[in-house]
């Protein structure tokens, strides 16, 4: 048994893949998969394997407890097709279960190619609580036209991947650790698809980009680098993905699963939640803010602010930025008038809570903060609102990371501000003057297939082209670590330059593009923040 591993790391070390009649079928650690033959956009075969295994079912025993390289299997497992993604509370044809560590590879080449391709590995957003990886909700149809691979995961959400009693009963922190985990199976066989273990992008949006800027804090203190570059769309974890009470958070999950449940032991709390079902775990955390927890020690330990300011993040180049008005379409599609009126009456109520201030300074900071977007009130104006919500949670906390970590690395960044049928929302009810246009998760549908896109033909053709010129920057930064490495046609022959930490320096994308400075309103909250707030810095919005 043991030559046997042995020669199996040894054909992994070397790239090698096992074939059968040119079947797709490779060879992993654990076991064999067989994947199949799809097409890209430009009419190209490339090669897929969906709903690989990358950790052992996180179920029984296993639930709420730390993710472990996957047991082997017999035979040749089906990779053709995804059928499960993380228990949620979204709707899905296909099986919510616990059941669902599992990753997709996409690549031009073969198995078993002399390729090493350059390699993204997507991490989804959903704010922790929904979303998969899986083909249909991220499809590489146009990506694959750009000679890359790509790697799409699940990994556990809501209370299944974020309750904890933070002190290794229920370990924190478990949809990061399968995260990371994920990471580490792509340093071990993407070399096996044609990819490269030495130059993987780690992306994501939204909370997926939260999750890549906790990767890339601190340093990798001796340990094999698993990612060279990182991509963060709309979404920074200076901007706030904190749970400070994790361990109250528990226990009140614990007393709605058993009402009369008292005890404040972790062996006990953990009993109960292993012992609810799947259904009965998920609505006992409804309403419930579970996000990452601050470990004592380890990759989860650091506070994301203080990291930055301490210079100790991995100093690799970085694409990241968000949309010209991220929070538009949540603004609009609910009823504000008490939210407002709340906001005006309550000042302080602008500076988020993960910023340590005083009361007394908060209300301060919060009037100061208010001149700052209206002079009149959030309620005869609307659009002040609208920026100062879009700018709290992304703009100015990915701000401060630029501004900070821009000193050490080359970082690229950009507002996307191009309005397309293509991105959505283009009813009349998304046009507040005053408020930009492009609201969350539009950019998305200019580089992955999703229902609404499989067509593009069905386009303006300024939106196709828009979408050629976003794949052109975005794998250009996976191919080269830089979206721009020489003139192109195609983009205005136009350089992107990396940010200045002293103007912020970034890319405007629209029907043209536009090199420029001082995004939204940094410049003038960033000292209004950095008056008030008091250790510890965890935050930045």
Known sequence: MFWLLLLITVYLKCGFAVTVDDDLVVQLIPGKIRGHVL????????????????ATPPVGKNRLQLPKEPEPWDGIKDATKNTKVCVQKNKYTINKTEDCLYLNVYSPVKPGSAERLPVLFWIHGGGLNWGSGTYNDYGPKYIMDYEIVVVAINYRLNGFGFATTNDG????????????????????????????????????????SAIVGLLVLGDWNGETQLFHGAIQESGSMVGGTIQWTPKENAVTIAKRLN??????????????????NADELLNAVAGIKLQNVIE???????????????????????????????????????????????LDDNPNLLIHDNINMSPE?????????????????FVEDFAAYIRWSSDQSFATPTGKQIELGSTLAPYYVYQFSYKGKLGGMMDEQYIVPGAGRVGHMEDLHYWWE????????????????M?????????????????????DPLLDNIIWPKSDPEKLT?????????????????????????EFMEKPYAQFG
């Open 467 to 487: 979408m050629k010129r976003f794949l052109r920057l975005w794998t250009n930064f996976v191919k080269y670590l830089n979206p721009t490495p020489t003139a």
């Open 39 to 54: 097409k890209s956009h430009e009419g190209k075969d490339y090669y897929g394997f969906q709903e690989i295994p990358y």
């Open 259 to 276: 009402p009369s449940f008292s005890s404040n032991k972790s062996e006990d709390i953990l009993e109960i939640l292993k012992e609810a």
């Open 506 to 530: 970034y890319l405007n994308i629209n029907s043209t593009f536009q090199i420029q400075t001082d995004p939204r309103v940094y410049k003038f909250v960033k000292p209004i923040i950095e």
């Open 169 to 208: 009963i229920i370990p924190a922190n478990l949809g990061l650790k399968d995260t990371r985990l994920a990471l580490e199976w792509v340093n071990k066989h993407i070399g096996l698809f044609g990819g490269n273990p030495d130059h993987v992008v780690i992306a994501g949006e939204s909370s997926g």
């Open 296 to 342: 004592k020690s380890g990759h989860f330990s650091l506070l994301p602010l203080q990291t930055y300011m301490d210079g100790n993040i991995k100093k690799i180049p970085m694409l990241l930025g968000w949309n010209s008005e991220e929070w538009i379409k949540y603004a609009v599609n609910r009823d504000n008038k008490k939210l407002l009126k709340n």
């Open 450 to 465: 999703f229902e609404n896109n499989s067509n593009i033909s069905d386009f303006p053709a300024e939106d196709q082209r």
């Open 361 to 377: 300074k908060r209300l301060r900071a919060g009037k100061l903060y208010k001149k700052v977007y209206t002079n009149s009130t």
